[in-house]
């Protein structure tokens, strides 16, 4: 497949691997280029959850495209674009596509899906081919179940520092990994059915299988976007400040790309304060990230400018199944929603929650107006973030101009 045109210029990809570390001819040409090109603002974005390369300059190229000319002409306006390994289930939405490209929900393994998490999760070949074999045998009684929650938690276990791994602490591993398999699955069978509008019925556990393995990717997928975060994009931010002292960095995240770009702010060098706004779009990780028992406490005033968080009630992946996989607490089943998104919700879900002196508004207000320069802002952007079916909804309808609006607005790029 031909590599997508990216629509801006100049533009310079940022590639890490699952350890944080960055692609050194990549970094190199981003550290001689906005040097040699004068660049005065350098806009980088990280995608979420992704399959591949093509993908994520796809999400770039549209988000990026109405920049130049909602910008002053005056402007010294650079782009980059973080590619990580993350991975995309083939019945999700791609952001900024058309959404009847997304596939229609199946029980099983589609190819598509079998191919990333092979690539995702290298060396777990046998792994993922008994899931798939799981999935569609569907065998009865618990026995089978219970394999196959054995064989997910082997499929994403890794090591990686703790503080990259936890939003709050202290953090538990979530019930998902815990508890009895066939329960977790009962659970998700239960919400999928009720996103779906189904009306009451008692769910197969096999129903909610598929969930629980998404749900299990999605987890190695935050503690992975922390890594890259802290060890990777962090220190590279902190080597731009060094040959371009002058240069105004504003980080853009999207899904676990928000919590990537977040973690960057961990990950910054001592007295580097370059980093001039960070715009979270949908950010999936928790909404008590930046409070007091969060472990990025306090990160936010490492921006010498506005850490704005965009959220909408209408992203069903954050507003039921994230809570419902962060936690899936015994006290609070059946209150999907309410007790679970209150407790364990996202930050795209309802924004960034017990930081003192957080502003709020909508985004129609956040465009008309004029930004806080410095602090926590929460953006309802139901406005236009509002698109997509189950079990995502919304979750990656983010290509908008308005929002492009919103990076320029909330680095005040002039």
Known sequence: MAQPTMSVTPYWELTFDADGDVDPRQRDRLLAGVEQRKIRDLIVFSHGWNNDRSGATRLYSGFFAPIPGLAPATARIGYAGVVWPSMRFCDEPIPGFPHTTAVAPAPGLDDGTRHALLKTFPGRAAVVERIAGLLDQRPPGEGGLEEFGRLVRELVADDVPPSCAADTQPEDEPEMFTGP???????????????????????????????????????????RAGTVGERGLGPLIGRLAAVAP?????????????????????????????????????????????????????????????????????????????????????????????????????????????????????????????????????????????????????????????????????????
Request: hydrophobic fraction near 45%.
């Open 246 to 414: 002058e240069l105004r960095v504003h980080l853009v995240g999207h899904s676990f790309g928000g919590r990537l770009v977040s973690f960057a702010l961990s990950g910054l060098p001592e007295g580097v304060r370059s980093v001039k706004s960070v715009t979270l779009l949908q950010g999936a990780f928790s909404h008590y990230a930046f409070a007091a028992r969060g472990m990025l406490q306090g990160r936010q005033q490492r921006i010498d400018g506005p850490l704005v968080c965009c959220y909408s009630r209408f992203d069903q992946a954050l507003s039921t199944m994230y809570p419902l996989a962060s936690r899936m607490a015994g006290d609070a089943r059946g209150l999907v929603g309410k007790v679970l998104g209150a407790k364990w919700g996202a930050m795209g879900h309802d924004g960034v929650q017990e930081v003192p002196g957080t502003h709020a508004c909508a985004l129609t207000e956040a465009l008309s107006g004029t930004l806080p320069r410095s602090g926590c802002v929460n953006v309802d952007a139901a406005e236009v973030v509002s698109r997509g079916g189950a079990p995502a909804g919304a979750h990656s309808d983010i290509v908008h101009p308005e929002l492009a609006r919103l990076v320029l607005a909330a680095g005040r790029i002039r």
């Open 181 to 223: 398999t066939a329960a977790a699955c009962e659970e998700f069978a239960a919400a999928l059915a009720g996103l779906a509008s189904e009306g009451f019925t008692l769910p197969n556990p096999w129903d909610g299988a598929k969930e629980l393995l998404r749900q299990a990717t999605y987890y190695a997928m935050k503690r």
